[in-house]
């Protein structure tokens, strides 16, 4: 007889956790390639979103494989045409730190993702500053048409953003 109960209270658990599990199943609208339209920042005193100054011609893309795995990669104007062809060991200690904060600026990370009602977390698997492994970010998406709006809940460079993708076809 107590073996039923706890089988009965078992499954009554895992029923009314299940019911009330907010994680949803159907990701297909995020599957596939997104190129970065553009990086927008929250004007509190307008309260309204603009462009980001400091961040205009940033490029990037982020990729949804539909098997809960992502990858995205941003990189700052000029980025793709930096030189890189110098002699490492012909710069000088000024061109080295340039050199080694330029590469710095791009930000790259892969991660599993799950979606939760309006939102997406991205539990990274790796990404170009180690410190970053294994540590979730957490979105609030919207869809517009082709468009995927991507919000930070952190503060970024003391700002509130949000990332506006386009969907390759």
Same mark, same amino acid.
């Given at each position: 007889?107590?073996?039923?109960?706890?089988?009965?209270?078992?499954?009554?658990?895992?029923?009314? /956790?299940?019911?009330?599990?907010?994680?949803?199943? &159907?990701?297909?609208? #995020? @599957?596939?390639?997104?190129?970065?339209?553009?990086?927008?920042? #929250? &004007?509190?005193?307008? $309260?309204?979103?603009?462009?980001?100054?400091?961040?205009?011609?940033?490029?990037?893309?982020?990729? /949804?494989?539909?098997?809960?795995?992502?990858?995205? @990669? *941003?990189?700052?104007?000029?980025?793709?045409?930096?030189?890189?062809?110098?002699? +490492?060991?012909?710069?000088? @200690?000024?061109?080295?730190?340039?050199?080694?904060?330029? /590469?710095?600026?791009?930000?790259? /990370?892969?991660?599993?993702?799950?979606?939760?009602?309006?939102?997406?977390?991205?539990?990274?698997?790796?990404?170009?500053?180690?410190? $970053?492994?294994?540590?979730?970010? +957490?979105?609030?998406?919207?869809?517009?048409? &082709?468009? *995927? +709006? *991507?919000?930070? @809940?952190?503060? +970024?460079?003391?700002?509130?953003?949000?990332?506006?993708?386009?969907?390759?076809?």
């Amino acid at each position: 007889m107590k073996e039923i109960k706890l089988i009965l209270g078992l499954f009554t658990f895992v029923t009314i /956790y299940s019911c009330n599990s907010k994680i949803l199943k &159907d990701d297909s609208k #995020f @599957h596939g390639m997104w190129s970065l339209d553009k990086i927008e920042s #929250f &004007d509190s005193l307008a $309260n309204r979103w603009a462009d980001a100054s400091s961040w205009v011609g940033w490029n990037g893309y982020i990729l /949804y494989d539909g098997q809960g795995h992502m990858g995205v @990669h *941003l990189t700052p104007k000029g980025y793709k045409e930096f030189n890189t062809t110098k002699n +490492i060991d012909s710069l000088n @200690h000024d061109e080295l730190v340039a050199l080694t904060k330029f /590469y710095k600026s791009n930000f790259v /990370y892969f991660s599993d993702y799950t979606l939760t009602d309006s939102t997406i977390e991205h539990k990274r698997l790796s990404a170009t500053e180690p410190q $970053n492994w294994g540590k979730s970010l +957490i979105r609030d998406f919207k869809f517009n048409q &082709d468009t *995927l +709006i *991507l919000t930070a @809940h952190e503060i +970024i460079a003391r700002q509130k953003l949000r990332l506006r993708w386009i969907k390759l076809k």
